[in-house]
C-alpha cells in the first residue's frame, strides 16, 4: 500500500520548485498547518503608517484626480490671461513667453513626482505583501482540499466494506 503523504511533505513538495531560504521554508510550513494565514494586508499596512506615508498618499490621491487637473488647467487659463489682457504694460506678473509660470510648474512637477513615486512604491509593496498572502492561503486550500479528497476516499471505501457486508449477511439469510 501506498505511503500516505503527511502535510509538511506534501508543503515541501509543492514549494520545491521555489527559492525560499530553510527559514523562511520553515516559517510557512508552520504558517500553512498550524496558523490560520489569512491577514488583512490594509490594516496591517495602514498600522505601520507613518505622518509622511499618508500625506504622500493624500498628494497622490489629490494630484491624480479629475478635481485637479480641471482646478489647474483653470489656473493656467486664468494666470495667462490675467498677464495677457487684464494686466498690461508694466502692471504684468508675468510676460509672454511665461517665464515665471514655467518655473512654478517646474517647481510643482519636481515636487509632487518624487511624493507620488513614494506613494507607489508603499502600494507596490502593499501588493506583494497581499500576493504572498494570497499564494499562501492558495496553498493552504490546497492541502485542505487534498486532506478532505481523502478523508472522502477513505468514507467511500468504508462505505463500499459496509454495502458488501450487508450483502453478504442478505445472502446469508437467503
Known sequence: MEKRKTKKEIVKMLLKNNELEE???????????????????????EAKMTKGDRIADKVSEIAGSWRFIIGF????????ILNTTILKGDNQIDEYP????????????????????MSQNRQAAKDSLRN????????????I???????????????????RLVEEEEDEKK
Request: net charge negative; glycine share 2%.
Open 23 to 45: 527559514q523562511d521554508e520553515e516559517e510557512l510550513l508552520d504558517l500553512l498547518i498550524d496558523q490560520p494565514i489569512s491577514i488583512d494586508v490594509d490594516k496591517q499596512e
Open 73 to 80: 488647467s483653470g489656473f493656467l487659463i486664468f494666470w495667462v
Open 98 to 117: 511665461f517665464i515665471l509660470l514655467n518655473l512654478l510648474l517646474s517647481c510643482l512637477a519636481a515636487l509632487q513626482a518624487p511624493v507620488i513615486m
Open 145 to 163: 482540499l487534498e486532506e478532505l479528497h481523502r478523508q472522502m476516499a477513505e468514507i467511500l471505501r468504508n462505505q463500499r466494506k459496509l454495502l
Open 132 to 143: 504572498q498572502n494570497d499564494y499562501r492561503t492558495d496553498l493552504k486550500s490546497e492541502l
